[in-house]
């Protein structure tokens, strides 16, 4: 809260030799950057200490809120504590406001990590249910004071809500599975309400899993909204591009024995040749875990597709309760 990620950035590559954007986890420049960090607070007056956390595996492979930073090394203060003292919110609509607040109060009295992309996703889901689709959030932070042993700092909302968007078309093309049918019972909206989160998001989801069940793996499911700020006006429209049509080229079982391999061929209920349906796979946990020969062992999958042959391979691994995982899903 003392300097800009940028302004960091630029300190350090001055005093550490050959420091780029990237480093490399467990190496030297990490210690290096500590102690930089170090001496940087002690200009000011701040004994500190500085902690770097490396990100995790999960943080690594997980779908991402789309507001939030990459992985990344991240140094922070350890101590002194540094923590949010209260919450400024300043141009939020006064019907938002309460809202806004109490989804943000958490933050209060919580070590301060530089709280952008939080503010900016919590304010999205509390205005975006009430037609403003386009707001401009900025976050700052008043100067940091000194309160007892610790450090103290308030976290500055600034708000331009833009307008207030009502919906003015919702149309949905469920591609060839579905064609000539009405989806319009699906919408959770209609024209002249306002618009708030996406009308077609259930849908969309049900139309995915439809057509992976039908072996369209690749799939692909858009409804961007179309913004009129001019008439704050919102158009939505559903299109579904198939992409190939999968079959199962390869099935491969691992670490069974030929009875316990034939059963669960029988309880997978897909085999080389057929369409690749994912729902087989899910429904394979649950069927495993209830068949007494079975029930003593876990598996893992992992399939690999060849979108020119619209073939599949597909492996399940398997192993005793308890042991390691012999494979992930890819």
Not at 215 to 243: C, I
Not at 260 to 286: A, P, W
């Amino acid at each position: 809260m003392w300097w800009s990620d940028n302004e960091l950035r630029t300190i350090l590559k001055q005093r550490i030799k050959g420091l780029g954007d990237e480093i490399v986890p467990d190496s030297p420049a990490l210690g290096q950057i500590r102690n930089t960090l170090k001496s940087l607070l002690q200009q000011k007056g701040i004994d500190a200490d500085i902690q770097s956390q490396e990100p995790s595996t999960f943080s690594l492979t997980a779908q991402r809120d789309p507001d939030s930073p990459g992985p990344a090394i991240v140094f922070s203060v350890l101590s002194p504590k540094v923590l949010v003292d209260r919450v400024v919110i300043i141009g939020a609509p006064d019907k938002v406001k309460d809202d806004m607040i109490g989804g943000l109060h958490s933050l209060e009295g919580r070590d301060y990590a530089g709280e952008e992309w939080i503010v900016r996703s919590s304010a999205r889901r509390t205005l975006e249910p009430r037609g403003y689709l386009s707001p401009h959030v900025e976050v700052t932070h008043d100067s940091p004071r000194k309160s007892g042993d610790r450090y103290l700092v308030n976290v500055l909302i600034s708000l331009e809500v833009g307008v207030q968007y009502r919906v003015a078309s919702i149309s949905a093309d469920g591609g060839p599975l579905l064609e000539g049918r009405d989806l319009s019972e699906y919408f959770s909206k209609k024209a002249g309400d306002i618009a708030g989160s996406d009308p077609l998001r259930m849908l969309a989801g049900s139309i995915q899993a439809l057509y992976q069940h039908y072996g369209f793996a690749d799939v692909l499911v858009e409804d961007p909204p179309q913004l009129d700020p001019a008439h704050a006006a919102v158009s939505y429209h559903l299109t579904v591009t198939p992409g190939p049509l999968y079959h199962v080229r390869n099935l491969t079982i691992q670490n069974l024995n030929a009875e316990q391999e034939s059963k669960v061929r029988d309880l997978l209920g897909m085999k080389s040749g057929d369409v690749y349906d994912q729902s087989h796979l899910t429904e394979l946990y649950r069927k495993v875990a209830n068949e007494p020969a079975l029930s003593s062992l876990k598996f893992g999958y992992k399939f690999k597709e060849d979108a020119a042959a619209s073939a599949v391979d597909l492996s399940l691994d398997f192993y005793k309760e308890g042991g390691a995982v012999k494979a992930t899903v890819q």
